[in-house]
């Protein structure tokens, strides 16, 4: 069936660096990347989404790139900061059967060190 | 704007007990969503609804049940709670009229059966 692979699982940088996730989906329909942010004890919330039809989408310091050929997409945080700490999860939809099939990837733990 | 308000937001059930949980959105999305969250598995989807009066199963629908008498309400139901059923349960909502539409998360339900 779908799925969507992300890595890393883990990720610690330094305030100031940039950091990177990379996700790569199974469906070829998919058309539509969504990518979230979870805080402790609160629900995802979006960040930042990309359609099929672009390959770059930038929103101040968050950045979100496709390569549809490959599958792959990625999302790139430049200038991290201590409130960036939280789980990422990037998302790949198609839709199907009348609604948006969003698989998720199994997040990334980002920790930002001042 | 409360956006998608779930309640209640702990629960503590034994082994056999039922509940409900309940989920409201105010955005007038047609489209409502129940996903569960575990460890390293992302979230998936329980059931959805495209609309009031109608519901239909997602990935892992064994166990639940769902009603959706309101627009604005979806509810889940768990009829004999089992201690596989202990997660953090998620409700969304979307505008589906097209493809392509952000799904937008409350704060969760975190479920324990013992």
């Known amino acids: 069936g779908e799925n969507v692979e992300q890595h890393p699982s883990t990720l610690s940088v330094q305030e100031g660096d940039s950091a990177v996730i990379k996700c790569t989906y199974s469906d070829s329909a998919s058309n539509y990347f969504p990518w979230y942010k979870q805080e402790l004890g609160k629900g995802p919330q979006l960040i930042i989404d990309?359609?099929?039809?672009?390959g770059e989408k930038k929103d101040q310091r968050i950045a979100v790139t496709l390569n549809k050929t490959a599958k792959h997409f990625s999302l790139h945080i430049t200038e991290t900061q201590p409130e960036d700490s939280a789980v990422y999860f990037c998302?790949?939809?198609?839709?199907?059967?009348?609604?948006?099939?969003?698989?998720f990837g199994a997040g990334t733990r980002l920790a930002v060190h001042p | 704007n409360a956006g998608v308000t779930q309640t209640p937001k702990f629960r503590v059930l034994k082994t056999g007990q039922s509940m409900t949980l309940l989920c409201a959105q105010d955005m007038n999305h047609e489209y409502m969503y129940w996903y569960r969250q575990d460890p390293g598995m992302g979230l998936r989807l329980i059931h959805y609804?495209?609309?009031?009066?109608?519901?239909a199963k997602g990935e892992v629908p064994d166990g639940y049940n769902v009603s959706r008498l309101k627009k604005q309400n979806f509810l889940l139901g768990l009829e004999s709670a089992a201690p596989s059923q202990t997660s953090v349960y998620f409700c969304?909502?979307?505008?589906?009229?097209?493809?392509?539409?952000?799904?937008?998360f409350g704060d969760g339900t975190r479920l324990s059966i013992l």
């Open positions: 990309i359609r099929s039809n672009v």
């Open positions: 609804s495209v609309g009031e009066g109608t519901t």
């Open positions: 969304a909502s979307s505008h589906d009229r097209k493809a392509n539409q952000p799904q937008h």
């Open positions: 998302a790949a939809s198609a839709f199907s059967g009348g609604y948006n099939k969003l698989i």
